[in-house]
């Protein structure tokens, strides 16, 4: 049986440790042990380039659990790598070492002082939990990275990270105050203010080290350590030059804690961060300046930040077009757009007057019409707009990551900083050198302190790695002649640690690592970062090496418009691959993950209810995907898509669809569950489950006449709880009543014509609601004859109702499943070619037509028929914008409390039906902000999965419904919604349909 993590009988067995090191870790820790090849494969990879098997994978539970960890690895001389989301783009996070994950346990507020504005916390607590936090004292902890929603304090520690307001706040080590830290030799101590150290022990030797190392290349660090505020390679020796005012204490006191600041967990391992607060402005404004070129947005940059701005952030014309690609961003990209501009400077001002901010804004606009740009500046003074725009610049790098095709744009010289007075001609040479070597780059990010994320396009599999060897050189010439600094912001990793001797000279390069085996003689930490590091170009560290091979593999659905070419130059796509190349279409759609870990974030949305619950990368969108690209570059054995891997890291998946649109790449793991359950079903054929769950539209009728007889079974439990385990269903579930027929009851009067029909539908009424809910289908029907419509129906005298096939797909029948949507199509088709819509009311069997349909090779057919399909409520908003309904509706005074089926959420279905429950009078409507419901079709009533589904519920929507008044009317359009909310709560929910039909006057 699998357990709520997902982890069966046969993978404990597979992780049993064999090694001494796994054996001894499992006896000391209450933690999670994990040596299997799969979790080790999940963790070789992070948001870089690069690949690399670790040793082994601990999840220490508490403090305890870390000191055994780092005690029995050093005992065994493992190397020690900790690790917080895996977010570092130079692989910081990846190296042959014991990884230590501290983000499920390790992530608690320790202490707080909100008078001092200090809080002490452990590693592991991601950036946005903790300002959630802070936020009731009026407080934030201002370094706010991109990445906030998933990434750690302690990984921010690590890279000395610095985001979007860093001219206004300065970078992590200008923030943090002290790291209590576990060193080499096992000694633990607190890093702080030298002059607060005490006078004897490890940290106090540590600092007379560092004092005399400093002093030595005193010269050096003032002649070779860049002067620009975003400089964060090598070791920050230059807190010691006595000589110069600290530049990372206000009152000029040296922190020893500032050396392990960027350090990338080479010299100890943080157990708790002590970190400098600021007041929380209570008041932002925006302005975004859209300009006809990219140089004058660089060129501009100097003057505005004359106004003293929070934050000024670049999107370019690539992020832009990306952007309007992705449905979650483009209607709020739209609005910031004037014209087709090439690029747009995001400009925040932030303070305590809100007046102040508007007169800030208005400067703005006076400066850009004095440089030539008058009306350019969209003017953003409410803060939901800011925040939509601010989440669309936060995606930057998972949008230009978007980009279907071997070509992806590659982070190595990111984030090279330049004083801004030579900002526009830096990127304009820059420019001239991706030209030179056939290829474009991505910009976007800080301009206000000049450091642009930007990435050439390059296809790491091919010539990619020669050309980003000769771009770096290039680019670094260009930096050093602008006096910058080639590490800006991410840190030095794999990717850059090389061009650290080249950065600051020989003479400090030996410095660092006199710091290095002062800290760690063994080299146990985190080994070959900053100082003795490979070369960036090293084929044995690239996740895909010229070596890198894709098994041979006929997937079932066609997935060949994954397999595209993009010219790096113009940025135009080509035309998809043929049908004949979906096999490699499929591992190119996988490998759209680029592991930057969108994810783990917690905020509103609907992924990934199933991490939500664990905690555990192995049940992340990430974890899943990066265990598929394993598998299918023959990496996990050759079981291929059947193995057991696959079958577990899929295992508590529910197929929301989450990720196909909260995911910026468009990971879409619902559908690559369905390939991977059809393979395996191939291999181990189906249980009896299986069939029922997929036969259900075919057995249906048949279960109706019998409907009596389970009601009765239903009642006994000595009967029902047998029959149920046989079955493999938890017993807490009742099992479905199948009490309707409403088309076979309507066959008659399918396509009688009603009073005053002005128009026609076909209602697509799918097995859920004919056998199990026929009223809604009743309500659907009679809502839309009042409309003035003519309603078929998806049934002719003699034949069994038309399918999408859903069932079949979840249980692993594609074949069935397809034949299922071929009948349909055929059966449609005429109604499409009249103009007829196609209204369905279950959103993940009409959605159905509008995603998978596309996909089973039925070519234009599928596409006019997905642009026919609307759910009920999108139906009725499109025929009210186009001043064709005529629905009278009467007032229905209370609250609507308003639940969206994950399907809703994914296709952007939700919001139809907010508007439509608008439309009746009196009516208050109120949406709950969660995920998935956790039923997800026959999930819920799997025995194995029974407790998963309802921690899911739990997680915000069975709360918001207990605390729901009892008047108020629960709206769910989904089947396994409505089941999920009466079986956790006691309550019924109604599909929209039937409250409409309450309405009707």
């Known amino acids: 049986m699998t357990s709520l993590t ?14 001494e090191l796994a054996a001894r870790l499992s006896r000391e820790m209450e933690g999670e042990v994990l040596f299997d090849r799969a979790s080790r494969g999940r963790y070789s990879t992070d948001a870089s380039i690069y690949q690399v098997m670790p040793v082994g ?55 707080f002082d909100a008078e001092a504005r200090t809080v002490v916390v452990e590693p592991g607590i991601v950036l946005d939990h903790l300002n959630a936090w802070l936020k009731p004292h009026g407080l934030w902890y201002p370094v706010d990275v991109s990445t906030s929603a998933q990434c750690t304090i302690g990984g921010m520690t690590g890279n000395n990270s610095c ?33 607060e150290l005490p006078e004897s022990g490890p940290v106090r030797a540590l600092a007379e080290r560092v004092k005399a190392i400093a002093g030595n290349v005193a010269p050096e660090v003032r002649e070779h350590f860049p002067k620009v505020l975003r400089r964060v390679g090598g070791y ?89 690609e992705n449905p979650a961003f483009r209607p709020v990209i739209e609005k910031a757009l004037i014209g087709q501009p090439q690029a747009v400077l995001l400009v925040e001002f932030a303070g305590e007057e809100h007046e102040a901010q508007l007169a800030s804004l208005k400067r703005l606009t006076e400066l850009m019409a004095d440089l030539g740009l008058p009306e350019h500046v969209v003017e953003m003074p409410e803060a939901a707009e800011q925040k939509a725009l601010w989440n669309v610049r936060k995606a930057g790098l998972n949008i230009m990551m978007s980009m279907k095709g071997d070509g992806k ?10 004083p801004l007075e030579h900002l526009a001609e ?94 760690d003689p063994s080299y146990l930490l985190n080994p070959g970062k900053i100082v003795d590091t490979p070369k960036m170009d090293d084929q044995r560290y690239f996740r895909f090496p010229t070596r890198y091979q894709r098994i041979p593999l006929t997937p079932l659905f066609d997935w060949s418009s994954w397999n595209v070419t993009r010219d790096p130059l113009t940025g135009e796509q080509g035309e998809p691959g043929s049908a004949g190349d979906a096999t490699h279409g499929l591992a190119m759609a996988v490998e759209m993950c680029n592991n930057n870990g969108h994810c783990r974030k917690f905020d509103a949305g609907t992924m990934c209810p199933s991490y939500r619950i664990t905690k555990d990368e192995q049940h992340l969108t990430r974890g899943r995907a990066n265990t598929l690209r394993l598998v299918l570059s023959g990496q996990l054995g050759e079981a291929g898509l059947a193995g057991d891997e696959v079958k577990e890291a899929l295992d508590l998946c529910v197929s929301c669809k989450g990720c196909k649109r909260d995911c910026p790449t468009g990971v879409d793991m619902a559908k690559f569950k369905i390939e991977a359950r059809a393979a395996r079903a191939r291999v181990k054929g189906l249980a009896l489950r299986d069939r029922l769950v997929g036969e259900m539209p075919r057995y249906a009728p048949w279960a109706k006449r019998v409907s009596g007889l389970l009601r009765a079974v239903e009642r006994f439990d000595l009967l029902a709880r047998p029959l149920k385990k046989a079955l493999g269903l938890a017993p807490e579930r009742r099992l479905p009543a199948f009490t309707g027929d409403f088309l076979g009851e309507s066959r008659a009067t399918s396509s009688r014509v009603s009073a005053g029909a002005t128009g026609e539908v076909v209602l697509f009424v799918d097995t859920f609601n004919n056998y199990l809910e ?58 499409v070619k009249r103009g007829v819509a196609i209204v369905g009311l279950e959103p993940s069997c009409l959605l159905s037509l509008r995603d998978e349909f596309l996909q089973y090779g039925f070519g234009d057919e599928a596409r006019a028929l997905s642009e026919a399909a609307f759910l009920f409520e999108e139906f009725l908003v499109r025929a009210s914008e186009a001043g064709e309904l005529s629905l009278e509706l009467k007032p229905l005074p209370g609250r609507a409390l308003l639940h969206g089926h994950c399907h809703q959420k994914a296709f952007d279905a939700l919001r139809p039906v907010e508007q439509v429950l608008g439309w009746i009078p009196e009516l208050t409507v109120t949406t ?45 359009d989904g089947t396994s919604c409505r089941h999920q909310i009466r079986d956790g709560s006691g309550r019924e929910a109604i599909h929209v349909a039937r409250l409409l039909e309450r309405a009707l006057a």
Not at 9 to 19: F, Q
Not at 90 to 111: F, H, S
Not at 171 to 192: K, P, Q, T, Y
Not at 941 to 946: M, P, Q, T
Request: proline share 4%; aromatic share 8%.
């Open 57 to 111: 994978v601990v999840i220490p539970r508490h403090q305890q659990d870390l000191t055994a960890a780092l005690e029995a690895a050093r005992d065994a001389r493992v190397a020690i790598l900790a690790r917080g989301a895996g977010t570092s783009q130079c692989g910081q996070t990846v190296g042959e070492a014991l990884v230590i994950d501290t983000t499920r346990w390790l992530n608690q507020v320790v202490d």
């Open 236 to 324: 920050n020796l230059d807190l010691f030059d006595c000589q110069n005012p600290k530049p990372y204490d206000p009152q000029g006191r040296a922190n020893l804690a500032h050396l392990l600041v960027g350090s990338e967990g080479t010299l100890g391992v943080s157990r708790r961060i002590t970190l400098q607060l600021s007041p929380l402005p209570e008041h932002k404004v925006l302005g975004v300046v859209n300009f006809p070129t990219f140089y004058q947005a660089m060129d501009f940059t100097q003057h505005i930040v004359t106004l003293d701005p929070t934050a000024v952030e670049l999107v370019d014309r690539t992020m832009i077009d990306l952007s309007l």
């Open 426 to 519: 830096y990127t304009d040479r820059l420019t001239e050198v991706f030209h030179r070597h056939g290829t474009e780059g991505t910009w976007y990010a800080h301009a206000s302190v000049g450091t642009l994320h930007v990435r050439p396009i390059l296809d790491m599999r091919r010539d990619g790695a020669r050309k980003m060897r000769e771009i770096a050189e290039e680019a670094s010439a260009l930096v050093r002649e602008y006096k910058g600094a080639y590490s800006g912001e991410h840190g030095d990793g794999l990717c850059r640690g090389e061009w650290v001797a080249w950065q600051f000279g020989e003479t400090l390069n030996d410095a660092f690592r006199a710091l290095k085996s002062a800290f």
């Open 409 to 418: 744009p590659v982070s190595f010289i990111e984030d090279c900083a330049v």
């Open 774 to 831: 026929s009223d809604n289908a009743r309500a659907a029907k009679r809502v839309l004859e009042a409309a003035g419509y003519r309603v078929h129906l998806n049934v002719k005298p003699g034949e069994r109702p038309l399918c999408c096939g859903r069932t079949y797909l979840s249980s692993g029948q594609f074949d069935k499943a397809r034949a299922e949507a071929k009948r349909s199509l055929d059966a449609l088709m005429p109604f």
């Open 163 to 195: 985001g979007s307001r860093s001219i206004r706040y300065g970078n992590m080590v200008h923030n943090v105050l002290g790291v209590d830290a576990w060193l080499a030799d096992g000694s633990e101590g607190h890093f702080g203010f030298l002059d």
């Open 6 to 19: 997902g982890k069966t009988a046969a993978a404990d067995a597979r992780v049993k440790p064999e090694t």
């Open 928 to 972: 709950i902000e969660s995920s998935c419901c956790g039923m997800a079709g026959s999930f819920g009533y799997e025995a194995e999965h029974y407790q998963a589904s309802l921690k899911m519920a739990e997680l915000s929507l069975l709360p918001a419904i207990r605390a729901a008044e009892e008047g108020d009317v629960l709206v769910a």
